[in-house]
């Protein structure tokens, strides 16, 4: 079973992985996407979880594998319906987690009105960092989030250009899905996204936060 670690020794199994999309406008620019009027929402298994110097294997049937480096909030309390005021106190920890998309692929199943899970759920999909209790994050809405691959800097954004803050998005998702403890939100990505190939390496970083450096090879 997968699971959520804290630097405080505690863990949880991992429950769903909610993850929003479109939530940067330097991104949803780069992709030529529109302005969503409510969050994009999606999920990922908890088995497309990996976790620092593990390695991505990128599934045969993607030619293009983009990263996005992205605030992980890991969900420590349960809770349906919470007004946006409350909804950080609900928060266990925060991380850094790369939200691997094949970009072909989602880009098919887009035109086709499908959903994304083969572009976003596939083994090894999701790395994921160590988290920091939430006490020690001052400021959510205040890091700094970088994503380098082969030492290369491609992101390089801060979490105060989210549409959607933590708080907010915390509420929206909690009035429609009770969040468990072991929950975890990725909150969408800024600018900077590109693409990934066997034998990089690939490094998110939050400053204070977490980190994850993962290798990239090629899956079947
Ligand atoms: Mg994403």
């Known amino acids: 079973m997968k699971t959520a670690r804290i630097s405080n020794g505690k863990e949880f199994p991992i429950g769903k992985i909610l993850c929003i999309g479109r939530n940067y406008v330097d991104h949803i620019s780069e992709l030529g996407n529109e302005l969503p ?3 994009v929402i999606f999920m990922k298994p908890a088995t497309s979880v990996i976790y620092d110097g593990e390695e991505v294997l990128i599934p045969a049937y993607s030619d293009n594998c983009h990263h996005e480096a992205e605030l992980a909030l890991l969900i420590g309390a349960r809770c349906k319906g919470v007004a946006e005021k409350d909804a950080l106190a609900h928060v266990a920890g925060y991380g850094v987690a790369i939200d691997l998309t094949l970009r072909d692929v989602q880009d098919g199943l887009k035109k086709k009105g499908l959903p994304w899970d083969i572009a976003k759920g596939f083994d090894t999909a999701c790395p994921l960092s160590t988290f920091v209790p939430a006490a020690e994050v001052a400021d959510p809405q205040n890091l700094n989030i970088r994503l ?3 030492g290369e800097l491609r992101q390089n954004g801060s979490t105060a250009l989210m549409i959607n803050p933590a708080a907010r998005l915390i509420s929206h998702l909690a009035a429609i899905f009770t969040l468990e403890p072991g929950d975890i939100i990725l909150t969408g990505t800024p600018a ?3 693409r ?12 204070g936060v ?3 450096e993962v290798r990239v090879g090629q899956g079947v």
């Open 196 to 207: 990934i190939t066997a034998g990089d390496r690939v490094c998110a970083e939050i400053p």
């Open 210 to 212: 977490g980190r994850v």
């Open 148 to 150: 380098t691959v082969n």
């Open 37 to 39: 009027t409510a969050p």
């Open 192 to 194: 900077g996204v590109s």
